[in-house]
């Protein structure tokens, strides 16, 4: 296996608005395409629970639909099935009276060595080579801003107040914004996708020395979730992880 994900409440929340996918395709050489994502909804009473189930649907029903190539334009798919999960989110929500309805998503798709990536909120994916890590996306967040504009630090901004005030959210609106990245793989890299309730009290540094001192699996991803559960679990957790061979 070369895909592992896992999920938890968390010990605050009274339910999981998180939600995370993986699948392998073959593409049209025969070789395996790599698919994952983590999504954490928002918008309360079932409503983020319900955005990030769509989003994570919509957007692998695009790329299983689209044959997988050598000429295949990858990033333009990625924001194609973003904005179609946002209209159908979007739509979901006018109908429910619901105007706050949204949700993050972090989507990596691995396909000839390169890892692309596709990103809305503040979700996180990060790659670790070489005994460092990268953290590859930025957070469309009030904080994120604040972070990188030099008006507080990343250790400042994980206990900020207003960590949760996101700037960008698959849902939100009509029209989503979504940050594109592409990456040469190495063998031997791990792509770690997680949402904010491993990074809202785990540290980058603590979690560079959990994949360095771990062997990629399953206890490597509950050993992630019992660390932010260990700083009091406030928020629901997930982690995705992806070994590249």
């Given amino acids: 296996m070369r895909v592992w994900g896992a999920t938890d409440r968390g010990l605050v929340r009274q339910q999981n608005e998180d939600a995370f996918s993986h699948f392998v395709l073959s593409g ?12 954490d909804g928002m918008g309360g009473l079932e409503a983020g629970e319900v955005a990030s189930f769509i989003a994570l649907r919509d957007i692998g029903r695009v790329v299983k639909e689209e044959p997988l190539g050598s000429s295949t334009d990858v990033p333009s798919l990625l924001v ?6 946002n209209r159908r ?12 309805m949204g949700t993050t ?14 990103h809305v909120g503040d979700s996180r994916a990060y790659r670790f080579t070489g005994n460092s ?3 590859l996306t ?3 967040s009030l904080v994120g801003q604040m972070v990188r504009n030099g008006e507080i630090t990343e250790t400042e901004a994980m206990g900020h107040p207003r960590r949760n005030i996101l700037t960008h959210a698959l849902g939100a609106r009509p029209e989503c914004l979504v940050q594109r990245v592409e990456v040469q793989l190495v063998p031997g890299d791990l792509v770690l996708l997680c949402t904010d309730g491993l990074t809202g009290v785990v540290s980058s540094e603590e979690i ?4 360095r001192d771990r062997a990629p699996g399953d206890a490597l991803l509950h050993s992630l979730i019992d660390k932010a559960k260990g700083r009091g ?6 982690v995705v992880l992806y070994e590249h061979q």
């Fill in 80 to 85: 194609r099935a973003f904005c179609e999960a």
């Fill in 105 to 118: 998503v972090t989507a990596g798709l691995v396909m000839g060595g390169t890892l692309y990536i596709g």
């Fill in 233 to 238: 679990g406030p928020d629901n957790i997930t």
């Fill in 28 to 39: 049209a050489g025969g070789e395996e395409v790599y698919f994952f994502a983590v999504a």
């Fill in 208 to 211: 560079s020395c959990e994949l």
């Fill in 138 to 140: 930025e957070d469309h």
């Fill in 133 to 135: 890590l990268e953290q």
């Fill in 89 to 100: 989110i979007y739509e979901v929500g006018c109908g429910r009276g619901s105007g706050s």
